[in-house]
């Protein structure tokens, strides 16, 4: 089962690698990661989407809470919150009919052309997992993508609840 985990450090030179080389040297799978600086510049936030039973997650929670630049973790997953991911899909455009394809199931799925050529666009879209997963496998049978970039999970919780040390 997916797990989402959101950790906030100090923002310096090898925390990053320090998060990743603790998943690695424990075989713990990171499906995807996201880091940025906060609002406080000198703070960064890593959102983790990774797998794992209940005991799993347990252990990667503790283990990164032993990192010195570690300020707080949290899981969200089990919490009210808000999870997104960014997608940019580059198709092919040849005909009119594929063209018309694209942008009736780009609507579908709320997306949006943020860049055109005679034969390729490129689609943009935003929501969870499971919504970019469901666009790529509806276009697929209607034209041929070029390419996919994907920015990973980023979350937050809902309400007043924050991620603050």
């Known amino acids: 089962m997916q797990k989402i985990l959101s950790i906030l450090?100090?923002?310096e030179a090898g925390s990053l690698s320090r998060i990743?080389?603790?998943f690695s040297q424990r075989a713990f799978n990171i499906e995807s990661l996201t880091v940025a600086a906060t609002e406080d510049k000198?703070?960064?936030r890593i959102t983790i989407a990774t797998t794992g039973d209940h005991r799993v997650v347990e252990q990667i929670i503790k283990q990164v809470n032993k990192l010195v630049d570690v300020l707080k973790i949290t899981e969200l997953?089990?919490?009210s919150h808000i999870e997104r991911e960014l997608m940019f899909v580059?198709?092919?455009?040849?005909?009119p009919d594929?063209?018309?394809?694209?942008v009736r199931t780009m609507e579908i799925f709320r997306g949006q052309i943020v860049d055109s050529t005679n034969q390729l666009y490129t689609?943009?879209?935003?929501?969870?997992k499971e919504k970019l997963n469901a666009f790529i496998r509806s276009i697929k049978r209607q034209s041929d993508i070029i390419e996919i970039v994907r920015s990973g999970c980023v979350a937050i919780a809902r309400g007043e609840r924050?991620?603050?040390p």
């Open 9 to 11: 450090l100090e923002n």
């Open 98 to 102: 594929a063209r018309e394809e694209i």
């Open 123 to 128: 689609v943009q879209l935003t929501g969870k």
């Open 77 to 79: 997953t089990d919490i």
């Open 90 to 95: 580059k198709l092919n455009a040849k005909t």
């Open 162 to 164: 924050a991620l603050v």
């Open 20 to 22: 990743i080389g603790l």
């Open 42 to 44: 000198s703070l960064s």
